[in-house]
């Protein structure tokens, strides 16, 4: 689709203009943003905004020539079930002062940047939602869930005996410089074997390894392992902090995971082999850790490995072009199921068939017979990727079965192998 949005267009919501900034305007840009996310003592992080500036992509709301709200988006692939990727605008630092809100700004500069992302060809839209009640009323339901753990080793002697190793494989550290060469190549492999994964570009990982900083914040260089296998391939990597801490005259510490990529079973098992044998550490913590990682499995003792604090839904969704979406993706059963979907913002809109073939591929088309389900766009967002069940929708009443049994034949056409997750936040 051809882009017809007009960037320079000026919306007026309740005597607040809203815009897209100048590059001239990126560092007022981040010092609203900074306020709104209550960190108003950190110094503008301009060298960084500059680069992430695109034509139309940083939104502002202005009282006068004072920027009290802030919106970004960019575009990335995210990868859906089967391996395929769509095209994804990607929403982030969206902010509104204490003092302005309830004017509808926020709804301005979402109206204005999904009606760009479908001018775009976006098929869907995605975005990590700091409050729960907040983007539901813009279709975007949550889609993801992270699964972070802590591991007591004083509960467990590491990894269970016989299982799949590399014959011939190494683990070595690599600094800075070498792990954006190699980090970067192994991600671009890996995020497309994960539902829910999607890009990293080369700011994430000068930002990653301390070439690039955010003024303000201390940067802490991460230890950082790869592991190659017995021809010399990268086929996986960990990055870890260390927390020192001495109980009297013995170790204490907790290293802190935070990043681990495997391509395969027996490299995940050389890797957590490694960390689960560090000298002095007593605690091993994994912030971002996909929801069916069989690490506690892994343990000889399971129940050593406990729920990270901070685990709850990561990445919404909203679909914003049903049949490019949906065609998408992959299906492990054939089938056909109707849905009625009520779109507040229309995107969604209408009666949809998904019909998938035998071979595992579907097709959604608008369609004049009955429907079996009927939901809004937020469900539609949240069974999309596979995250959520139609039949635990039904039980909370957040979907309505027209057809008896109609939740349970749309969580066999979507249900996948592989739980959908993302490592990257934005």
Request: negative net charge; proline residues 5%.
């Amino acid at each position: 689709m051809g882009n017809s949005i007009d960037h320079a267009a000026v919306d007026t919501v309740n005597g607040i203009l809203v815009r897209a900034v100048s590059q001239d305007e990126v560092e007022d840009w981040d010092k609203a943003l900074a306020f709104g996310f209550l960190r108003p003592h950190l110094p503008p992080a301009t060298d960084i905004r500059r680069r992430q500036w695109q034509p139309g992509r940083l939104l502002a709301g202005f009282d006068g020539d004072r920027q009290i709200a802030t919106f970004r988006s960019f575009d990335t692939e995210l990868t859906v079930p089967g391996g395929a990727v769509v095209q994804a605008d990607a929403i982030t630092n969206v902010t509104v002062s204490a003092t302005h809100r309830r004017r509808g700004l926020l709804s301005a500069m979402m109206r204005r940047d999904l009606a760009a992302a479908a001018e775009r060809g976006r098929a869907v839209a995605v975005l990590m939602a700091a409050e729960y009640n907040i983007y539901g009323r813009f279709g975007f339901g949550p889609a993801t869930w992270g699964a972070g753990l802590h591991v007591n080793l004083r509960r467990t002697r590491g990894l269970r005996d016989g299982l799949p190793g590399v014959p011939g494989g190494r683990i070595d550290f690599v600094g800075m410089t070498e792990l954006r060469e190699l980090g970067a190549d192994l991600y671009e492999r890996w995020r497309r074997t994960q539902p829910g994964a999607i890009e990293r570009d080369e700011l994430w990982w000068l930002r990653t390894t301390g070439e690039l900083r955010t003024p303000g914040v201390d940067f802490k260089e991460p230890f950082a392992a790869v592991h190659r296998d017995a021809d010399g391939t990268v086929t996986g990597l960990v990055l870890y902090r260390i927390e020192s801490k001495w109980d009297g005259a013995y170790p204490d510490s907790t290293l802190e995971v935070g990043e681990f990529i495997a391509l395969d079973l027996p490299t995940a098992v050389e890797l957590w082999r490694f960390v689960l044998s560090v000298d002095w550490v007593g605690r091993v913590t994994v912030s971002r850790l996909g929801p069916d990682d069989p690490l506690p499995l892994l343990l000889q003792e399971p129940r050593a490995a406990t729920p990270y604090e901070g685990n709850g839904d990561e990445v919404w969704l909203r679909v914003l072009d049903v049949e490019a979406a949906f065609g998408a993706r992959t299906y492990n059963t054939s089938g056909r199921v109707v849905l009625e979907v009520d779109d507040k913002l229309g995107y969604a809109s209408g009666r949809w068939a998904l019909e998938v073939a035998e071979d595992g591929t579907g097709r959604c088309a608008r369609s004049a017979d009955d429907a079996d389900l009927a939901l809004g766009a937020s469900e539609l967002g949240s069974l999309y990727l596979g995250g959520q069940t139609a039949s635990g929708l039904a039980a909370a009443a957040l979907v309505t079965e027209l057809r008896p049994g109609a939740a349970a034949a749309v969580d066999l056409l979507l249900r996948t192998p592989v739980q959908a997750w993302t490592p990257t936040e934005f």
